[in-house]
């Protein structure tokens, strides 16, 4: 059974857009042509590995339904290795993403976003992510400037990441609304689509041919919830048009 009542969605990753790859020593060369001091001469293949040695040292104590904030995490790797750069903390973590990890918008996002924005449909982000909701809509919006979001929760600024109930709560106080009126958009079968039906949300089950390069994959599972299953942002536009004038 498909909700009616659609006064928000929420969405973003590998929903809205798609990560190839993620190389992070080519987002440290690129920050370390703004770096003013480098104590030790490191390079961004010395950074990458010391990076990496710290986070997995931090992921001893922490659980992983905790996010660690990037801008932190960079904050303790280049103090504690010597480095400063001329650019504030959160021009040096927009140019380490753009370089480390590309984004491309999936197909037909843009006309859904704008589908949304013309019906007077409400749009929000809530993203497991350790970039800075600054920085994550910063580069949404270069890549769709004409996405209208109210506002971006992510894990970074909220400490739980999903499928803890927190973020789901948060978003709904954020909007102000029932959450039976909200539809949740999401290409996680546990991470999106369960939990937020678990929290009284209407999942939409956005299940795209496109390989998601930074979870694994839910295999053969399907979704343990009423919900709906797109592939496609245009049968989602289709689907809104039809309960358009059923309420």
Same mark, same amino acid.
């Given at each position: ?49 010391? &990076? ?35 650019? &504030? ?5 927009? %140019? ?58 992510? &894990? ?87 309960? %358009?004038?059923?309420?």
């Amino acid at each position: 059974m498909i909700h009616q009542q659609v006064r928000r969605v929420f969405l973003y990753g590998h929903t809205l857009f798609y990560e190839p790859e993620f190389d992070a020593e080519r987002g440290y060369k690129e920050i370390l042509d703004f770096a003013v001091k480098n104590n030790n001469n490191l390079s961004a293949e010395d950074l990458a590995e010391k &990076s990496l040695e710290i986070r997995k040292e931090i992921c001893k104590y922490i659980s992983s339904d905790i996010e660690i904030n990037n801008m932190i995490f960079q904050r303790l790797v280049f103090d504690t290795l010597g480095i400063e750069y001329s650019l &504030s903390e959160e021009e040096i973590e927009m %140019k380490f993403w753009e370089k480390a990890e590309p984004i491309y918008p999936m197909e037909h996002a843009l006309e859904m976003l704008c589908y949304l924005k013309k019906t007077g449909i409400r749009t929000g982000i809530v993203s497991n992510i350790s970039f800075s909701s600054r920085t994550l809509l910063r580069r949404i919006q270069k890549q769709l400037p004409e996405c209208a979001f109210e506002f971006v929760i992510t &894990s970074s600024e909220y400490m739980f990441r999903k499928p803890n109930p927190y973020m789901f709560k948060a978003a709904i106080n954020k909007a102000g609304l029932k959450a039976e009126d909200i539809w949740y958009c999401g290409d996680g079968i546990k991470l999106d689509v369960e939990s937020s039906a678990k929290c009284g949300m209407y999942p939409v089950w956005y299940e795209s041919d496109i390989k998601c390069t930074y979870r694994k994959a839910d295999a053969d599972l399907r979704p343990q919830c009423p919900h709906l299953n797109i592939h496609d942002w245009l049968e989602l536009i289709e689907i809104l048009d039809k309960l %358009k004038n059923t309420y």
